[in-house]
């Protein structure tokens, strides 16, 4: 069977065993609901799903699990699942996904989500898939893996998130893995910055674990205050990869190695360390195994840099659903990577750790050529491109003149604004972005067939549409969304696709957005 609850609040509820808010052994959809102070004897304090689940738009907030290991919230078992726009905080665990036997569970996907001060993992992964994109998951704190932890022939992927301020009172506090032949870990344009651990502040591997186009940055562990990479020939399976990253910034309270202690590593067109260590203070190797291309910061490096002159060390909003590490103009990381790297191909990602419109390959050195920098962010700062005209305001001019110039194929420069040469619809989806930033208070992007930017698709656009339908105007205003210089039935098919749909900021619950998450690490 199947459990749908749309718009309603679940709290106060009691369960000696699974599910304290939710318990369901079927299909399973909350949406734009409130599941909180609920308390359950094992798993789930506030949903347990046995099958498919959708979590979209919501909050799940101060629930308990009396279990004395499984305390997740949300544990999802066996089932795919999707959990989105919402924001997991202040129970005594995040989400679980995770099965009893050899990879039978579901893939699980985190999306634009925040998982936060929560009491204990804030996402655990067995025997199941996991994929968190464009989230956040900070403030949560465990024994091992304050914010997220991988036990047992688990696949986890990272895309575009930011893992911070997590604790972990042993070892991990970001990340601990514990290494399984069968584990993949993979950390693609995300930051980890401002976990603390005994052991690995940033990350504690034991297992295969692959980091590209990231940051691992403030991190402090009495030993190992970045990363802390283990090999036992017995039982794990210990190699690390790192390419186009920067690992700087992190601190080993008790003398060990401050950015990372490593056994077999490959590491490639990447940045260590900083001028106030030497490279043995930064890296303790184990095996004299190639190291690629690094860059060393250190006092004793090829590039002895300060640490502020090679990154922001707060955490910041620099645009996108997530805070981030800025670089500093003129550091060692801008425009250090493979040159002949291209975005968006061979796995290089298009955009780095914002999103649109920063595209992950820009110029952002005085020397002609845009090449990679090393990090989850590109040296380009937060965009004010969408004022056009100059009124310090991005509005139905801006986007009528955008509209314009694509329609009639002008490759003016001032409106390309993801910097790829052309002046296309990839420009004017970067315009609903960049405007959605500056103007909505939760920085989400205008949605497609907004004819008069209110933040939401409705009556009033259609009517728009209507009066303007099969004339000959390239303009937003005129329901021309698609840009071909008339308002036809194309333009009636964009609106009707996303009629109703409404930005984050008209939506009452799940509008606290990843970032608000972080809010008490701004200061």
Not at 110 to 124: P, Q, R
Not at 312 to 334: E, R, Y
Request: net charge negative; glycine share 14%.
């Amino acid at each position: 069977g199947a459990l749908t609850i749309v718009e309603s609040v679940v709290t106060g509820n009691r369960s000696s065993g699974l599910g304290g808010g939710i318990g369901s052994f079927g299909t399973t959809n909350v949406i734009r609901s409130t599941v909180s102070d609920n308390t359950s004897g094992a798993s789930g304090s506030a949903i347990f799903s046995d099958g498919s689940l959708l979590i979209a738009d919501s909050e799940i907030g101060d629930n308990d699990s009396l279990h004395p290991v499984e305390r997740a919230s949300v544990f999802s078992s066996g089932g795919s699942g999707t959990i989105i726009r919402t924001t997991i905080a202040r129970n005594s665990g995040g989400v679980w996904n995770a099965s009893d036997s050899s990879f039978n569970g579901g893939t699980l996907s985190l999306l634009d989500s925040a998982i936060a001060d929560n009491a204990g993992t804030g996402v655990f992964a067995r025997f199941s898939e996991t994929v968190v994109r464009d989230s956040t998951i900070s403030g949560n704190s465990a024994a091992y893996g304050g914010g997220l932890r991988v036990a047992r022939e688990a696949h986890l992927s990272i895309h575009n998130s930011t893992v911070a301020g997590n604790t972990a009172s042993s070892k991990g506090g970001g990340l601990h893995t514990l290494g399984d032949l069968n584990d993949v870990i993979s950390i693609t344009n995300s930051t980890i910055s401002q976990n603390t651990a005994q052991e690995g502040g940033g990350v504690y591997s034991q297992g295969e674990i692959d980091i590209n186009y990231s940051t691992i940055s403030g991190n402090v562990a009495s030993y190992a205050g970045g990363i802390a990479q283990k090999f036992d020939f017995d039982a794990y399976y210990g190699f690390l990869t790192i390419r186009h990253s920067v690992i700087s910034g992190n601190v080993a309270t008790s003398g060990g190695p401050n950015e990372m202690e490593t056994e077999f590593r490959y590491l490639d067109s990447s940045l260590v360390g900083h001028a106030s260590q030497t490279r043995a203070d930064a890296i303790n190797a184990g095996f004299d195994v190639p190291l690629g291309s690094p860059q060393l910061a250190t006092s004793d490096g090829g590039v002895p840099t300060p640490l502020d002159e090679i990154l922001d060390t707060k955490l910041a909003d620099n645009g996108g659903p997530t805070l981030t590490h800025a670089l500093i103009p003129g550091s060692p990381a801008v425009d250090a990577g493979d040159p002949n790297v291209v975005a968006g191909v061979g796995g290089v990602p298009l955009h780095d750790q914002r999103g649109l419109p920063f595209t992950r390959v820009f110029d952002g050195d005085t020397v002609p050529g845009a090449r990679i920098d090393l990090g989850a962010v590109e040296l380009r700062p937060l965009p004010e491109t969408c004022d056009f005209d100059g009124d310090a305001a991005c509005d139905l001019t801006d986007i009528d003149a955008l509209v314009l110039a694509i329609a009639a194929r002008l490759h003016d420069p001032s409106f390309d604004l993801t910097a790829d040469g052309l002046v296309d619809l990839a420009d004017r989806d970067a315009w609903l972005a960049e405007a959605g930033a500056m103007n909505l208070p939760t920085g989400s992007a205008y949605p497609l067939g907004d004819a008069n930017l209110d933040g939401r698709v409705d009556g009033q656009d259609f009517i728009t549409w209507d009066q303007h339908k099969f004339t000959f105007t390239a303009a937003w205003s005129r329901a021309d969304f698609n840009a071909d210089g008339q308002t036809d039935g194309q333009d009636f098919v964009i609106w009707n696709s996303f009629k109703f749909q409404e930005s984050d900021d008209d939506q009452e619950i799940g509008a606290r957005r990843a970032s608000r998450g972080m809010a008490g690490l701004l200061g």
